[in-house]
């Protein structure tokens, strides 16, 4: 199995950028659908966004409402989320997750995915 490593949170002002980073090893990046979800104190685990294997299907949840947008390099084995005008309703945890699949699509359910990251923590101050 391989290892998924997230990057990049941090403490941001309202109105501000983050990219988060999600490094891969030990699989062939490039068979993985891979997807960023969040966890707010207190609350479950949401999608925030899913991009397919060649990168070009994307899905956000409605409440990025154009404010991110999520990319990957497949050779370098990174997937990247890119976050603007961010919201304190926006300070969670959030996890990559991959999963392996024949199927150039992206993945929205949390149960498909089968390697997670530890997470990195966002924290967007008011």
């Known amino acids: 199995q391989g290892q998924l490593v997230e990057s990049g949170g941090g403490l941001v002002q309202a109105g501000g950028s983050l990219r988060l980073s999600c490094a891969a090893s030990?699989?062939?990046?490039?068979?993985?659908?891979m997807g960023w979800f969040r966890q707010a104190p207190g609350k479950g685990r949401e999608f925030v966004a899913g991009?397919?294997?060649?990168?070009?299907?994307?899905k956000y949840a409605d409440f990025v409402n154009g404010r991110f947008v999520v990319s990957r390099d497949n050779a370098k084995n990174l997937v990247y989320l890119q976050m603007n005008s961010l919201k304190p309703e926006d300070t969670a945890d959030y996890y990559c997750a991959a999963k392996w699949t024949i199927s150039d699509d992206y993945v929205t359910s949390q149960d498909s995915y089968g390697d997670w990251g530890q997470g990195t923590q966002v924290t967007v101050s008011s």
């Open positions: 030990g699989r062939t990046f490039n068979m993985y659908a």
């Open positions: 991009i397919s294997r060649s990168g070009g299907s994307k």
